[in-house]
């Protein structure tokens, strides 16, 4: 399933990031802990080239403890990336980010001189909740929804220390299908966008066999099923979603389970680990190629056809 969802502020605000890129000094992009690879942008990694890029991995309090942290020696074994973990509930740390904008740019730490740094992040990362910690009053914009800030701001950190914060974005095509799907099951994509049932079964899928005795636990199994599709029906089952003739309500019964998950009703949950990427990235490349050298086919097909009737 491919979830495209690009609103237009999204197109301008990408623009807009690209034309103001030569007066930032640093990139602060905001991911979710939950899954720091899906959520990150890859047009992030096109433009900033060597500029400073401080990865900050947003809701850990909802992630995988022992999996954050192996996000975080990965992030910070790249060059020029410097990761820390945030929670939605202890801003401690947040407070520390205007000291390690300065300290990676040591040149530009000096009186008189102005330093600029850009934050980004997917939808419903927790960016504005960060930037009103950072400023200490409400600057931006704040929603559970995806999407609420639509247009660029410039924001006085500190004394020569500016944030500029840009709109929520996503990219027009998600390659990677399972990345949409983590997406999708986060909450980083508005509900209209994908259907909750094949976001459901997929989630399933992946605590049927990563966070099994989770499911056991809330939903006071005997033992988990072996398909997402038994799971969301014993789901169905313990939650009371019986129709008439004792048939489940599988639609009710996925929307249940995906709220549970983005509510931490089923606890800390990381959907993916360092080790996925190159995997991932080389599998979905090649389904790519595959994709575009049929179209070539069909179009070189149909050329014949037509030269042929001539």
Known sequence: MAINWFPGHMHKAQKEIKEILPQIDVVIEVCDARLPFSSENPMITEIR??????????????????KTKLWLEH?????????????????????????????????????GKQI????????????????????????????????????????????????????????????NENSGYRLAVSGAVKDTAFDHDDIAYFAAEFLIANYPDRLVERYKLD?????????????????????????????????ILINEIRDKTLGAITFELPDIIDKENKHFEELEAKRVAAREAKKLARGRGRKNKR
């Open 223 to 255: 033992e988990v099923p072996h398909l997402e599709e038994d799971l969301i029906e014993a789901i169905g089952r313990k939650r009371g979603c019986v129709k008439s003739g004792g048939h489940i309500d599988m639609h009710k019964a996925c929307v």
């Open 49 to 66: 080239g060597d500029k400073p890029l401080i990865k900050i991995l947003n809701k850990s309090d909802l992630a995988d403890a022992d």
């Open 116 to 175: 600029n740094a850009v934050i980004m992040g997917i939808p419903n990362v927790g960016k504005s909740t960060l930037i009103n910690t950072l400023v200490g009053k409400a600057k931006a914009k704040v929603g559970n929804e995806p999407a609420v800030t639509k247009g660029q701001q410039r924001i006085r950190l500190e004394e020569g220390l500016y944030l500029f914060d840009t709109p929520g974005m996503l990219w027009p095509k998600i390659a």
């Open 75 to 111: 992030l910070e074994s790249q060059h020029n990336v410097k990761a820390i973990a945030l929670t939605t509930e202890n801003n401690a740390t947040a407070k520390t980010i205007p000291d390690l904008i300065r300290k990676l740019v040591p040149n530009k730490d000096e009186d």
